[in-house]
């Protein structure tokens, strides 16, 4: 059968019938069935809200912490990331900031979080100026409902914005998503921080009876809190509930004294060892049973989850992003440069310490960060029609 022949009103009986991922798949297909979705979609009450929340990763959280967009601009930009070896990349020459021990970056909204020197400062990531300066701070982080500052000594303080409270436990390991903080203090106790409208409430979730700092990293899905140990256990815990289990374990010997882990989809992870040549590659298996996902990186120096995607950088200044579910087939396209190619080589500290992207409309920007500068890169797509702005 030909859909290109076939009548819209056919079209539009079958798309009434289809799930909510399906119907934003059918946004990107040809102009005919973006047509008739975007109709179907209009038609009905918070349908975008509902669609971004139902069919992208994690409640499409991430997207929402990283932009101003309105859901509806949401679903039209995760579908920008579906070909990413269409995607070119141009560096913002206007957006160049310089700054000394440069530890890591976050989005919040339309401002980014430079870590540096013990200090926190934010700028506007369209005009690069500052908005604000936090001194004598090891990380500060920040959603629309609360704000988290890292001490020396472990101390981090937690503020909600629509209420005066705040709390400064002893933290060795932290999660902030959304309206809930999660954090393990001095004891192994994982507790969670909430923000309920404008009040609040503490609830302890769990308490681990290793040694202190044996956890090494976290990470929330839905209502599922993962915890993974520096024995290579992965433990889950309901946010609801005292009871947790194992879901894995981390058998490879490398992992153990890896300076860069981190946690992303569920309980996948990510972990760099040394690079040993220019050959190295990364190694891509699943945890357990699981559809979860262990990837060793030769030369990494950072990562980043964005959704379904994983941001690496590594010591070389090469910058990859990915979806990781699909390396196990060995046939997923990916983006990948060396901010050296952008920048010139007069570089002499190309690591890539941190990054992260702020989703614009019908854009996205991923800022790079070395030790001593943060670019803003533009991710080019080719014309698309399923924008919003070609729809008549």
């Known amino acids: 059968m030909n859909w290109s022949s076939c009548s819209p009103d056919i079209i539009f009986l079958i798309f009434k019938k289809l799930d909510n991922k399906s119907l934003l798949t059918c946004l990107a297909i040809c102009q005919l069935w973006r047509d008739v979705a975007y109709y179907i979609i209009e038609t009905k009450d918070n349908m975008w809200q509902s669609l971004a929340e139902d069919t992208l990763y994690n409640k499409a959280i991430c997207f929402k912490q990283k932009s101003t967009l309105s859901w509806q601009e949401i679903c039209f930009n995760s579908l920008l990331w579906i070909n990413l070896n269409t995607i070119k990349v141009k560096l913002d020459k206007t957006w160049v900031l310089k700054r000394e021990n440069i530890k890591a970056i976050h989005m919040y909204k339309d401002q980014i979080i430079i870590i540096y020197d013990s200090i926190a400062e934010y700028f506007n990531v369209k005009t690069s100026s500052r908005v604000v300066k936090k001194p004598s701070l090891i990380d500060s982080q920040e959603t629309e409902h609360i704000t988290i500052s890292l001490m020396t000594g472990n101390e981090l303080s937690i503020s909600f914005k629509h209420n005066s409270t705040r709390y400064s436990p002893l933290?060795?390991?932290f999660k902030l998503i959304d309206d809930r903080c999660f954090v393990i203090d001095s004891k192994n106790n994982l507790w969670r921080y909430k923000c309920c409208g404008r009040g609040y409430g503490v609830r302890f979730i769990m308490r681990t009876y290793d040694s202190p700092g044996s956890i090494l990293t976290l990470n929330v899905f839905d209502?599922?809190?993962?915890?993974?140990?520096?024995?290579?256990?992965?433990?889950?815990?309901l946010e609801w509930g005292l009871h947790y289990c194992s879901v894995g374990k981390v058998e490879q010997p490398n992992f153990y004294n890896s300076p860069v882990i981190v946690m992303f989809l569920k309980h996948s992870i990510v972990y760099s060892v040394p690079c040993q040549?220019?050959?190295?590659?990364?190694?891509?298996?699943?945890?357990?049973?699981?559809?979860?996902?262990?990837?060793?990186?030769p030369g990494m120096t950072c990562a980043t989850p964005h959704g379904e995607l994983l941001l690496l950088g590594y010591e070389d200044g090469t910058v990859e992003i990915c979806y990781p579910q699909k390396l196990l087939s060995n046939t997923s396209s990916n983006l990948k440069f060396n901010i050296k190619d952008l920048v010139g080589n007069t570089l002499e500290k190309v690591a890539i310490v941190a990054l992260d992207v702020y989703e614009a409309e019908g854009a996205q920007y991923l800022f790079v960060a070395t030790q001593c500068d943060v670019y803003k890169v533009i991710l080019h797509h080719e014309k698309v029609f399923f924008s919003k702005r070609c729809i008549i």
């Open 171 to 173: 933290c060795y390991v």
């Open 223 to 237: 209502k599922d809190v993962y915890i993974l140990t520096n024995n290579g256990i992965i433990l889950n815990v």
């Open 277 to 297: 040549s220019e050959t190295d590659t990364m190694s891509v298996s699943k945890i357990g049973d699981t559809e979860e996902v262990l990837i060793e990186c």
